[in-house]
T-cell receptor, first 114, second 116 residues
Framework: AQKITQTQPGMFVQEKEAVTLDCTYDTSDQSYGLFWYKQPSSGEMIFLIYQGSYDEQNATEGRYSLNFQKARKSANLVISASQLGDSAMYFCAMREGTGNQFYFGTGTSLTVIP | DTAVSQTPKYLVTQMGNDKSIKCEQNLGHDTMYWYKQDSKKFLKIMFSYNNKELIINETVPNRFSPKSPDKAHLNLHINSLELGDSAVYFC???????????????FGAGTRLSVL
């Protein structure tokens, strides 16, 4: 089974609107971390936001928030007030317990329309 | 100062050649990684070292050999390059895994390898 599933290969959003990028994960560990990365067309991988499995509050970083639903094993990224510069690939990732491996999803390509 | 730096940024070479990509991190992290990203943007883990010790060794051709002279450096050497090796190779680093700790993984800018 896939550890990380991103079911939206491509998404479009109007500038200034909010958008949700879906991510579900699969683990039997009680302790794990969930991450979102942005990859713009220039190619670098930029860390956006982190959610720990024991964190009771949803993580927020500026316009990014993580909608963490533990029982559903989902960790959706919400981008508020989309900007043209948000157009990029977005990857969800997970690290289990004390493991050193990060598991990445297949990515979602987000296009912000002016 | 760049936290994770890899060189070169671009590498164009002929089939059959041998090439190396270098990676250095100044974050004081214990663990370093090599990933391959293909044209469909799939990120595939290749290797990981923790304090110079190989801890993840995914199924990759043995033409790929990582070398970690110290915990701040992880280089990737590729022998007898093939067309299918063309991809973007990312180096990354993170702190060693601690239960409950954040342990963010930081990436280098990538090396775009083109094999002709």
């Amino acid at each position: 089974a896939q550890k990380i599933t991103q079911t939206q290969p491509g998404m479009f959003v109007q500038e200034k609107e909010a958008v949700t990028l879906d991510c579900t994960y699969d683990t039997s560990d009680q302790s794990y971390g969930l991450f979102w990365y942005k990859q713009p067309s220039s190619g670098e991988m930029i860390f956006l936001i982190y959610q720990g499995s024991y964190d009771e509050q949803n993580a927020t970083e500026g316009r990014y928030s993580l909608n963490f639903q533990k029982a559903r094993k989902s960790a959706n990224l919400v981008i508020s007030a989309s900007q043209l510069g948000d157009s990029a690939m977005y990857f969800c990732a997970m690290r289990e317990g004390t493991g050193n491996q990060f598991y990445f999803g297949t990515g979602t390509s987000l296009t912000v329309i002016p | 100062d760049t936290a994770v730096s890899q060189t070169p940024k671009y590498l164009v070479t002929q089939m059959g050649n041998d090439k190396s990509i270098k990676c250095e991190q100044n974050l004081g992290h214990d663990t370093m990684y090599w990933y391959k990203q293909d044209s469909k943007k799939f990120l595939k883990i290749m290797f990981s070292y923790n304090n110079k010790e190989l801890i993840i060794n995914e199924t990759v051709p043995n033409r790929f050999s990582p070398k970690s002279p110290d915990k701040a450096h992880l280089n990737l050497h590729i022998n007898s390059l093939e067309l299918g090796d063309s991809a973007v190779y990312f180096c990354a680093s993170s702190q060693a895994a601690l239960r409950g700790a954040k342990n963010i993984q930081y990436f280098g800018a990538g090396t775009r390898l083109s094999v002709l």
